[in-house]
């Protein structure tokens, strides 16, 4: 089955193009059966980069799937077009009073790592997203600073500073083979990473409900899923287009900011050579197997979602 998805929305061609069904909404409106709504709470600076990695990872499923996408109520983004704003995105505030429930929920990362979650200016909003999440959405997975600010919120486990920059791609262990999120994986596989923060294991293995479902021993945990709150929290980044990385570096040099070399990315670790994919299948299998979760489990009729 596709995505739906305004077929003026950019990524609407994008995916089109790349061979990923998507549908219209007058096709979506001949369906008989009730698709899967996917809520992405997209706190990225470029957001139209950021929608076209999420949906072309859940829109690859055989379900169809209703993504809306939403933001911060109060804060502006500077690296979108406001009319792009306007067109496709609801406020959360919005969302919150039409009492919309959501299958599914992505929370995505921020680049404002350094600093303290109180300090962020819409940090009270954002747990007023967290605890909506509670009653209103069936599973929750937030990913790098999203995925740390939950595990914080809920769970008090706190994130490092980083003395460097860990950056590059990582292969991690499978450490939870019969989870259904890892259905088809490998024992280990490799996971963009770009970050200046860390949360700990130790720190993860003091909460009962907290389960480390892929790791590694060079950049910490990655997949941790949360039972009592609904919730996956993945700390790298899977999503990741074979350039992203290459982007981050390139920007970063032209700064004149200090950097290393993404690590394992580029053919013999040289920036001339042309960057090598080796996450897309992974990263298609975690996402499929989200979404199939919730097929799985998730209510159909939306108004017993969060009871």
Not at 91 to 107: M, N, Q, T, W, Y
Not at 116 to 122: G, K, L, M, R, S
Not at 135 to 145: N, Y
Not at 220 to 228: N, R
């Amino acid at each position: 089955m596709p995505i739906k998805l305004p077929a003026d929305l950019p990524a609407y061609d994008v995916l089109s193009r790349e061979g990923v069904m998507v549908m219209s909404d007058d096709r979506a409106m001949r369906q008989d059966i009730r698709p899967l709504k996917i809520g992405l709470l997209n706190l990225m600076p470029k957001k139209i980069q950021t929608e076209n990695q999420f949906a072309r990872l859940i829109g690859a499923t055989p379900l169809q799937i209703e993504l809306t996408l939403i933001r911060m109520s109060e804060h502006q983004t500077k690296n979108t077009a406001a009319e792009h704003m306007a067109s496709f995105y609801k406020p959360f505030a919005e969302v919150k009073a039409s009492g919309e429930r959501f299958d599914g929920l992505l929370i995505t990362g921020a680049p404002i790592e350094h600093l303290p979650f109180e300090e962020v200016t819409y940090w009270q909003e954002l747990t007023e997203v967290f605890d909506w999440t509670q009653t209103h959405v069936h599973s929750t997975f937030g990913i790098c600073w999203g995925g740390m600010a939950m595990i914080h919120y809920f769970n008090d486990v706190a994130k490092h500073m980083l003395d460097h920059k860990a950056f590059g791609c990582f292969r991690h262990q499978n450490r939870a083979p019969a989870s259904p999120y890892l259905r088809g994986f490998s024992d280990d596989c490799v996971i963009p990473v770009s970050r200046w923060t860390e949360i700990q294991q130790d720190e993860v293995d003091t909460k009962d409900n907290l389960v480390t479902l892929l790791g590694s021993d060079e950049v910490g945990p990655c997949l941790i899923e949360d039972q009592a709150h609904k919730a996956l929290y993945i700390f790298n980044h899977f999503e990741y287009d074979s350039g992203t990385l290459k982007e981050e570096f390139d920007r970063d040099v032209e700064a004149g900011t200090e950097i290393n070399v993404p690590m394992n990315y580029y053919p013999e670790d040289d920036p001339k050579n042309t960057p090598q994919n080796r996450w897309r299948s992974h990263a298609h299998l975690l996402y499929g197997n989200w979404i199939n979760q919730i097929y799985q489990t998730t209510p159909f009729n939306m108004a017993d979602i969060g009871g």
